[in-house]
């Protein structure tokens, strides 16, 4: 894997984030997912989780090393073509299925692959999808539910083996806390009509497991600190090239006195290249502040690189910030959102494929009180660089995949642990 594993897809084969599952992946607007461009397979439309009539059309872009792709349905190769089609049409009977494009170059070499669920129904028909979570998936309480359903349906509620847990509109977010850590639960959502008929409904069963709870951090307001000291005027602004082996920091980036990041010379940066930046800053203040010994828990260069690697997530959906601080002992992963705090570092990924790296600032609530999105601060195109931005959880290709949202708090170094 090249040492460069950025994170940004542009919704042009690789961005910033993306929104299916796939491996070496990306993003759209600016936002960050990882892999090399030249590799990536990155399927457009339909969206993960989208409910679509048969038949569909299965929009596709390709990096210039793709010579050819293969889509499998439910396990079972479908079709494949030549890269320059862009698009394959596709006949499936009702129901849910799970998609799978992968890659190829020219020697018949497996590059990479996006994978997604798509629901088909009949045109008319009544129709619901529990898009978050996902069939078998492992999460944490509270458990946050997302469910789409056909514009006939008004009323949607969800069941947990057996019992209702509440209603929620489609597209929208309900959080829930499930009894019964580390055991299988029967999850359902049914969707009724105005006059009460239920017309569709779907099910999943999922494992709640158990959550971490993190001690606040000292980190966090050096890293709420340094991100204040970056003009927001546009003069930071949103750069992601292609085929270069830049790091997306505005500045240069030096540990154990070599520079390990080379910054651009007109103070540009891409999201996770910037998330990094900062926690390599407020790492140099917190080691001074403390009498460190000048080293990240005592990793060497290459080590750090490696980190980087992690941070810079290494596959299409991981959790990229998470995985970089447990695997070094600086850190852990915050798993309840009641538990989110400003200064912590997120990995989340929107329902189109497309992710995004970001420092949490606070949540965003609707007129009840209840979470619908959260605010940030990183850098995207839509704010023409380093800002405050907001976005929210839902199920449109757009929105942010609850089950995708990933938080992790860097710990003062009297807390870091063996590695």
């Known amino acids: 894997m090249n040492g460069r594993i950025t994170a940004c897809l542009v919704l042009v084969l690789a961005g910033c984030g993306s929104g299916g599952k796939s491996e070496k992946k990306h993003g759209d607007d600016g936002e960050d997912a990882t892999f090399l461009r030249a590799d990536t397979v990155q399927v457009t439309s339909p969206t993960n989780g989208e409910t679509v009539e048969s038949p569909f059309v299965l929009s596709f872009e390709a990096g210039k090393n793709v010579d050819h792709v293969a889509l499998s349905v439910d396990g079972v190769e479908y079709d494949s073509t030549q890269v320059a089609a862009g698009e394959l049409t596709v006949t499936l009977d009702d129901g849910l299925h799970d998609l799978e494009l992968a890659g190829f170059d020219a020697d018949d070499g497996a590059l990479s692959t996006h994978t997604l669920q798509v629901r088909v129904a009949e045109a008319g028909a009544s129709w619901v999808t529990i898009q978050s979570p996902s069939q078998g998936d492992h999460v944490y309480n509270p458990v946050p539910f997302v469910i789409a359903a056909s514009d006939d349906l008004v009323d949607l509620e969800i069941y947990v083996d057996g019992s209702s847990i509440g209603t929620v509109d489609a597209n929208g977010l309900l959080s829930a806390d499930i009894p019964g850590e580390g055991e299988a639960h029967f999850v359902e959502a049914r969707g009724y009509t105005s006059d009460g008929h239920m017309r569709g409904s779907d099910s999943i069963t999922l494992t709640v497991e158990q959550g971490s709870a993190p001690e606040g951090s000292g980190f966090n307001a050096v890293v709420l600190d340094i991100l204040e000291s970056y003009a927001t005027d546009g003069s930071h602004d949103y750069y992601w090239p292609e085929g270069d082996d830049w790091y997306g920091t505005t500045r240069d980036v030096e540990y154990r006195d070599q520079l390990v990041a080379e910054g651009d010379p007109e103070g540009r940066c891409y999201c996770v290249g910037l998330t990094w930046e900062v926690m390599m800053r407020a790492f140099e203040s917190v080691d001074a502040s403390t009498g460190g010994d000048g080293t990240l828990n005592g990793m060497s260069v290459s080590e750090l690189n490696e980190f980087r690697v992690d941070w810079f997530v290494r596959d299409l959906y991981g959790d990229g910030v998470v995985t970089a601080v447990e695997n070094y002992g600086i850190g852990e992963q915050v798993t309840s959102w009641s538990d989110v705090q400003p200064g912590d570092f997120i990995q989340f990924w929107r329902n189109s494929g497309s992710g995004h790296s970001v420092i949490f600032i606070d949540w965003e609530r ?25 976005e929210y959880f839902g199920s449109s290709g757009s929105s942010v995949d609850a089950s995708h949202f990933f938080v992790a708090r860097a710990a003062m170094p009297a807390d870091w642990t063996g590695w």
Do not use: K, P, R, V
């Open 366 to 390: 609707d007129a009840d009180g209840d979470i619908e999105g959260f605010e940030y601060w990183s850098t995207q195109s839509s704010t023409d660089g380093i800002d405050y931005n907001s």
